[in-house]
Every structure is written in structure tokens, then in C-alpha cells.
């Protein structure tokens, strides 16, 4: 639940995530939010700036966070955080299903482009950064939290 935490708490992404530049909560329903997100893809010393907008929808009884981005290049992107018991204690991952709607090269700049250069690249710093968190956070709760 430590990891859910952190990555359930979007908003609070910029102070723990340096790669992320903003996350502003727009709009917010039970377990559902509206944000806008901004991170950045750093190539060497150049930072290329990122940004989108996604309802994320939490659920913590699964546990699973889910996205939908609905604006910005990855406009229609679904992403899931998925948890899965370990016997050393969880195993998380990042789904992403991206389907670019252009025509002729939509497939081609999804899966080669801004998959791999731009979403893997910032969705792989975040699951590192909450894992050295989350492993640095006590059972007691105490120390850093989300």
C-alpha cells in the first residue's frame, strides 16, 4: 500500500519526482481526479519538456491506478499501475496502451518514437524513484510518506 500511496498522490509528484515539473489537481471526485501533468525527457544536459492532461481513477482494494489521458500528444493513451504480490513484497508495473490516430504513421510514431524515447523513459524514472522511496519508507510508517 506504501506504493500505491505514492503513486495514487499525482499531486504530490513534482515534490518527490524530480523529473516531473508540475501536476495541478484541475478537478476531483471520490476516487477519481482530473490533472494536469508535466515531466521532462532528459537527453544528456537538454531537457525536453512533456505535458498532458488524464483522469486518473484509483483503486485501492485491487490495488490499481488507472489513466486516461485526454489531452496532449498521448490524447487516448489508457494507463494502468498494476501490483502484484511478491514473496519480498510487491511487484509494480506501468501498462501503457498508446494508439496515435494519424493516419499512416500514427502505429509507427506510437511504437517507436514516443513509446520508447518519451513515455518509457519517464514512466521508468517514476517507478524507480517510488521504489527507492517506498524501500526507504519504515513498516512503521514513520520516515518519508506519500
Not at 476516487?31 to 481513477?57: C, I, N, Y
Not at 498521448?74 to 511487484?91: Q, S, Y
Amino acid at each position: 500500500m506504501t506504493v500505491f500511496r505514492y503513486g495514487a498522490a499525482t499531486e504530490r509528484w513534482p515534490e518527490i519526482l524530480p523529473h516531473y515539473r508540475w501536476v495541478l489537481l484541475l478537478d476531483q471526485k471520490d476516487d477519481s481526479k482530473l490533472v494536469e501533468m508535466a515531466a521532462k525527457r532528459s537527453f544528456g544536459v537538454f531537457d525536453w519538456p512533456v505535458r498532458w492532461w488524464a483522469v486518473q481513477t484509483d483503486y485501492p482494494t485491487e490495488p490499481r491506478i488507472h489513466f486516461e489521458h485526454i489531452g496532449g500528444i498521448t490524447k487516448g493513451m489508457i494507463v494502468d499501475w498494476l501490483f502484484e504480490p511478491t514473496e519480498n513484497g510487491v511487484r509494480v508495473t506501468i501498462s501503457h496502451d498508446l494508439r496515435l490516430p494519424w493516419p499512416l504513421i500514427g502505429g509507427i510514431a506510437a511504437n517507436r518514437v514516443v513509446g520508447p524515447v518519451f513515455i518509457e523513459h519517464v514512466a521508468g524514472r517514476t517507478l524507480s524513484r517510488v521504489k527507492e522511496l517506498a524501500e526507504a519508507t519504515p513498516a512503521s510508517g514513520t520516515g518519508v510518506s506519500p
